[in-house]
């Protein structure tokens, strides 16, 4: 089984900068596609981030993109977020994900039904 655990979401202001890390159980981490989505209050979960498996390539939803970047230790089986320049429409539950399926090595994988596990959230609120 494995289990993922979200931790370093809090409030910050705009502008600020915040690094979420999710930690994975479970053998095999390093070659497991890991992706980052969040969920608004009334809203669907989106996607984030993601990060191939097999190719280590990283892919990141337009309103992120040279904002955020995924990055993972995969000795100490772990994913990270690093968000800057923070705004009001980040705020959202940040959850981690994995595809414990295989993946192709030039697939994205920006949706939540290609991945298997799941953290259980942990809160980004951004406000003034």
């Known amino acids: 089984q494995v289990q993922l655990v979200e931790s370093g979401g809090g409030l910050v202001q705009p502008g600020d900068s915040v690094r979420l890390s999710c930690e994975a159980s479970?053998?095999?981490?390093?070659?497991?596609?890991m992706g980052w989505f969040r969920q608004a209050p009334g809203k669907e979960r989106e996607f984030v981030a993601t990060?191939?498996?097999?190719?280590?390539?990283?892919n990141y939803a337009a309103s992120v993109k040279g904002r955020f970047t995924i990055s993972r230790d995969n000795i100490k089986s772990t994913l990270f977020l690093q968000m800057n320049t923070l705004k009001p429409e980040d705020t959202a539950v940040y959850y981690c994900?994995?595809?414990?399926?295989?993946?192709?090595?030039?697939?994205?994988?920006?949706?939540?039904?290609?991945?298997?596990?799941w953290g259980q959230g942990t809160q980004v609120t951004v406000s003034s």
């Open positions: 990060i191939n498996g097999v190719s280590a390539s990283p």
């Open positions: 994900a994995t595809r414990w399926r295989m993946s192709g090595r030039f697939d994205i994988y920006s949706s939540p039904d290609a991945y298997d596990y």
């Open positions: 479970g053998r095999g981490f390093s070659t497991k596609t």
